[in-house]
């Protein structure tokens, strides 16, 4: 049998000894939380709805804050302990007036360093569209017509295989 090499012999030790220290040593909860967030990377995670119509035309807005790319899907970034669901039910509704329900994840993959885009089918389950203070327009277009998009948008929308 091969014997791993003396690097990693040296690193199995070392974490179980931080094993054993974390589960003999009563560190009190806050530090246990500080420990694992310095020891943990973390990043930021958007999530991003897929709404399409009966004829499979996109929903894309105008967003007011991006002025190189400023269409692009409906979305934002999760709050602190939001699930994806409840933080893109409540994105759209603060970007667009209308209530969705979140159905399926279609595509998720990390983008740049520290983040997580995630994007969801939804489909309209009320309401009409009303600008907001972070979109203006709106449009329903098939998704060989889409405007430019944030490559990130573009990259999910190809994994989804919602076009080529």
């Known amino acids: ?30 530090m246990r939380h500080v420990f694992l967030r310095v020891l943990n990377p973390s990043f930021m995670v958007g999530a991003m709805a897929l709404i399409q119509d009966e004829q499979g035309r996109i929903l894309v807005v105008e ?22 669901e409840a933080g893109l039910v409540r994105e759209v509704q ?15 993959d990390f983008w740049g360093f520290g983040q ?17 203070d972070e979109t203006g327009e709106h449009k329903w277009l098939l998704p060989e017509d889409l ?8 990259a999910l929308l190809r994994k989804a295989k919602v076009f080529g």
């Open 1 to 30: 049998m091969r014997q791993p090499p003396i690097v990693e012999q040296h690193t199995s030790k070392r974490r179980r000894l931080l094993l054993r220290i974390w589960r003999d040593v009563p560190f009190p909860g806050w």
């Open 63 to 84: 967003h007011t804050y991006r002025r190189d790319v400023p269409w692009g899907l409906p979305g934002g970034w999760l709050k602190h302990a939001e699930s994806p």
């Open 94 to 108: 603060e970007e667009t007036g209308l209530h969705v329900n979140v159905e399926e994840l279609m595509a998720a």
């Open 116 to 132: 997580l885009d995630l994007m969801y089918r939804c489909t309209v389950k009320s309401g009409t569209y009303r600008s907001s």
């Open 147 to 154: 405007p430019e998009l944030l490559p990130n948008q573009r």
